[in-house]
């Protein structure tokens, strides 16, 4: 269905931090190896972000700072900017007002969501809103966690999953037949107790005892994980070619959250898409949660076409989960 005011990404910007964990230095801090990690998740390395004071805003000022120069934008012309994360720099004031302030988008206002490995979906769907209501003309999505600060070195299930890193996307109106068509989310918080960080909020504000019993780190029961995002990203990007009257022909690329190589095959599976049409790259970079899908449109942009058929989806913590399907918007 064509929207009146339809809401499409016309840039695309990221940020990688230098430091690449291998899978050969994670045999030196955890009992592992290359071969159990590779096999089970997909993943060689992941970015890591290091240095004193360098929070989830540095990677993502960089992010938004190459997408303004890549689209031309002037920061002063940005409406609203969200910043989807779950390492923000600090519970408050959001990380997306410290970006929004370092970039000089002076006219913006800007909030931090939380939705875990499913934040870039539920906050491209929510930017996309505003700017079809006719409210807004310039919309920043950004996606940006630093993992590394809440993953426990000493738990070798999580800390071989994840890494670092920042992606933004510029949202504007078009009249043109392109840009966001659908999107199902979802939520379920009685997954809380399967992936979820123990304290540092208001029921477990921090403490020796807390710190001490290395609550401040993710955890996470991988297998239960595994069996629901499997059944449910597959289930969310099905229903949402189906409401579209699409079929595996009719979609250039699956756009999937990176978390595990064996769940996006098995999202691909259950849409009946060939391996060509999926877009990858967690071998690279691992689950950098809500950075995945803007990553792989910034490493993938030159593939993707105007008029594209794309289906996002992602699965994560909350539990939360989704899948969008838009029509890309631009040749770069
Ligand atoms: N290296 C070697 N062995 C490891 C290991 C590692 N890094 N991590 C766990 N193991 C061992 C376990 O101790 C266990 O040994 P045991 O059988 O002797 O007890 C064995 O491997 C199997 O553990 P299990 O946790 O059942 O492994 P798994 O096959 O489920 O794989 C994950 C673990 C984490 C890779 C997998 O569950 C997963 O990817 N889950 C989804 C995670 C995810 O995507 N999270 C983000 C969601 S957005």
Redesign the pocket.
């Given at each position: 269905m064509k929207k009146p005011i339809q809401a499409a990404i016309m840039g695309v910007g990221a940020y990688l931090p230098d430091y690449r964990l291998t899978n050969a230095e994670l045999e030196t801090i955890?009992?592992?190896?290359d071969e159990?990690?590779y096999t089970?998740?997909g993943i060689k390395e992941r970015r890591i972000l290091k240095g004193e004071g360098q929070g989830t805003s540095v990677m993502a000022i960089k992010a938004v700072q190459e997408l303004l120069k890549k689209t031309n934008t002037d920061p002063a012309d940005i409406d609203l900017l969200i910043c989807a994360t779950v390492t923000p720099d600090m519970v408050f004031p959001a990380t997306a007002n410290i970006i929004a302030s370092e970039i000089g988008a002076t006219k913006a206002f800007s909030y931090d969501l939380m939705a875990?490995?499913s934040g870039f979906l539920y906050a491209l769907t929510t930017g996309s809103q505003f700017i079809e209501s006719g409210m807004y003309k310039k919309v920043v999505v950004v996606g940006a966690d630093k993992m590394s600060s809440i993953i426990d070195y000493t738990d070798?299930?999580?800390c071989?999953?994840f890494g670092d890193g920042a992606g933004a996307v510029l949202l504007e109106p078009t009249a043109e037949d392109v840009g966001i068509k659908d999107a199902v989310l979802r939520s379920d918080g009685s997954g809380s107790k399967f992936?979820y960080m123990p304290a540092g909020g208001s029921r477990r504000p921090p403490s020796v005892e807390t710190v001490l019993a290395r609550e401040h780190f993710a955890k996470?029961e991988?297998?239960a994980?595994?069996k629901f995002?499997v059944t449910n990203m597959a289930k969310a990007a099905v229903e949402v070619m189906e409401r579209n009257q699409l079929s595996a022909e009719d979609i250039a690329f699956l756009v999937a959250?990176q978390?595990?190589k064996r769940?996006i095959e098995a999202t691909a599976n259950s849409m009946n898409l060939p391996m060509d049409k999926v877009l990858m790259n967690i071998e690279r970079y691992g689950?950098t949660t809500a950075a995945t899908i803007p990553l792989l449109f910034w490493d993938f942009e030159k593939d993707l076409k105007k008029g594209d058929n794309l289906i996002l989806a992602a699965?994560?913590?909350g539990f939360t989960w989704g899948s969008i399907y838009l029509k890309w918007a631009y040749n770069s």
């Open positions: 955890v009992e592992t190896n159990w990690i089970r998740t875990a490995c070798r299930a999580t071989i999953i992936l996470q991988g297998a994980v595994f995002a959250h978390a595990n769940i689950n699965f994560g913590g």
